[in-house]
């Protein structure tokens, strides 16, 4: 797994439309269904990356922390399942329940998500502000499996706060990195 940084989709884009399987609800859901009115926080996850289960507790804090304030959190795996099987939609209800997910986990079959994005790695976080604009991509934080930085979602949480209290959120972004994604080929 080679590691890759995200390819930081420009500040201020319109988030693309979606609709894909919720492997968590087994429902087709769409953006227009699951966004917030004051930020919507789109995630590329997915089961197995080590990056990924390195930030999985911070996300579940993130998570428990900012819904109550109208954030909504949406989860996309957009991994090949045929050929990392770990990363199939069964695999992803299972994991969703496991790590403490509550929020809609969808899996992208195709794709098309993952590239309306240009998302490159997992974990990658976007935040959105109420209109659906794009104020934040890049990391969570800098901790990262054995570079000893404890894990604090600062990055993440710097944002969140900013749209949250209709300030600007600051242009120094610093890419996420982790896995890439596994692309068909």
């Known amino acids: 797994m080679a590691f890759t940084e995200s390819t930081m989709l420009p500040l201020g884009t319109l988030a693309p439309d979606f609709t894909l399987l919720d492997t968590v609800s087994g429902e087709k859901r769409g953006l227009d269904e699951l966004k917030s009115n004051r930020a919507t926080v789109i995630m590329f996850l997915c089961n197995h990356c080590p990056y990924v289960l390195h930030v999985n507790p911070e996300i579940v804090r993130i998570v428990q922390d900012y819904q109550p304030h109208g954030v909504h959190f949406i989860g996309i795996s957009s991994n090949d399942a045929e050929n990392y099987p770990a990363d199939a939609p069964d695999k992803m209800t299972v994991h969703a329940r496991e790590v403490g997910y509550n929020f809609p986990y969808l899996y992208d079959e195709t794709q098309a998500v993952a590239r309306?994005?240009?998302?490159?790695?997992?974990?990658?976080?976007?935040?959105?502000?109420?209109?659906?604009?794009?104020?934040?991509?890049?990391?969570?934080?800098?901790?990262?499996?054995?570079?000893?930085?404890?894990?604090?979602?600062?990055?993440?949480?710097?944002?969140?706060?900013?749209?949250?209290?209709?300030?600007?959120?600051?242009?120094?972004?610093?890419?996420?990195?982790?896995?890439?994604?596994?692309?068909?080929?």
């Open 116 to 185: 309306a994005y240009d998302a490159a790695c997992t974990p990658d976080f976007y935040v959105f502000d109420g209109q659906m604009h794009l104020v934040y991509r890049g990391r969570i934080d800098g901790s990262r499996p054995k570079n000893d930085l404890p894990l604090s979602g600062q990055d993440l949480r710097a944002a969140l706060e900013a749209v949250l209290s209709s300030q600007a959120v600051t242009d120094r972004q610093y890419p996420s990195g982790g896995c890439n994604i596994k692309w068909k080929l």
